[in-house]
T-cell receptor
Framework: SQWGEENLQALSIQEGEDVTMNCSYK?????VQWYRQKSGKGPAQLIL???NEREKRSGRLRATLDTSSQSSSLSITGTLATDTAVYFC???????????WGLGTSLVVNP | EAAVTQSPRSKVAVTGGKVTLSCHQT?????MYWYRQDTGHGLRLIHY???????EKGDIPDGYKASRPSQENFSLILELASLSQTAVYFC????????????FGPGTRLTVL
């Protein structure tokens, strides 16, 4: 498997708290993407971070990538109830033809 | 706005029956994908396609066939549906640019009885 066991997670927090989700991967990648899947919907990309970047920000989101430890994280600051979703990380396989998906982190933000 | 549509949105099928799930994209993307998602699992790739009239096996192709008759359309076919194929199926598309982003449809919930 591309992913470590720690990728399968379930988190429950209160609105306003900050949260960080982690994933690790086992093979070389040029890109890590983070997707969010809300209940009853397909996943949608949140942020993409390339292997030559250590950090990428987009609004309340911050992604990091550590190629030496082959790990990535996604942080959300000031969570909202609408952030409740499953969050996936995904890596490429050396070209952009297909992605390898992590198992996801279920995040519940309680109002 | 990228658009991927799937039909039907839900379907109940009988064991041993034939099921066809359809996907249509208006993104002008070359790549299309079929995934299944089971409760408690992530996305698993069934088949994908780089170009019309050609399909490739993904990670779990057994029991599924795929057809890409045009750039816009990609179908997933279950010739002999089985109980184990009960799942939510997602279609996605992506372009040949360097963004790697996949655009997903809303999913089809398939129940095999």
């Amino acid at each position: 498997s591309q992913w470590g066991e720690e990728n399968l997670q379930a988190l429950s927090i209160q609105e306003g708290e900050d949260v960080t989700m982690n994933c690790s991967y086992k093979t070389y990648t040029t890109v890590v993407q983070w997707y969010r899947q809300k209940s009853g919907k397909g996943p949608a990309q949140l942020i993409l971070i390339r292997s030559n970047e250590r950090e990428k920000r987009s609004g309340r989101l911050r992604a990091t990538l550590d190629t030496s430890s082959q790990s990535s994280s996604l942080s959300i600051t000031g969570t909202l109830a609408t952030d409740t979703a499953v969050y996936f990380c995904a890596t490429d396989v050396g070209d952009n033809s297909k992605l390898i998906w992590g198992l996801g982190t279920s995040l519940v933000v309680n109002p | 706005e990228a658009a991927v549509t799937q039909s039907p949105r839900s379907k109940v099928a009988v064991t041993g029956g034939k099921v066809t799930l359809s996907c249509h994209q208006t993104n002008n993307h070359d790549y299309m994908y079929w995934y299944r998602q089971d409760t408690g699992h992530g996305l698993r790739l069934i088949h994908y396609s780089y170009v019309a009239d050609s399909t490739e096996k993904g990670d779990i192709p057994d029991g599924y066939k795929a057809s890409r008759p045009s750039q816009e359309n990609f179908s997933l076919i279950l010739e002999l549906a089985s109980l184990s194929q009960t799942a939510v199926y997602f279609c996605a598309s992506s372009g040949r640019d360097i963004s790697y982003e996949q655009y997903f449809g809303p999913g089809t919930r398939l129940t095999v009885l």
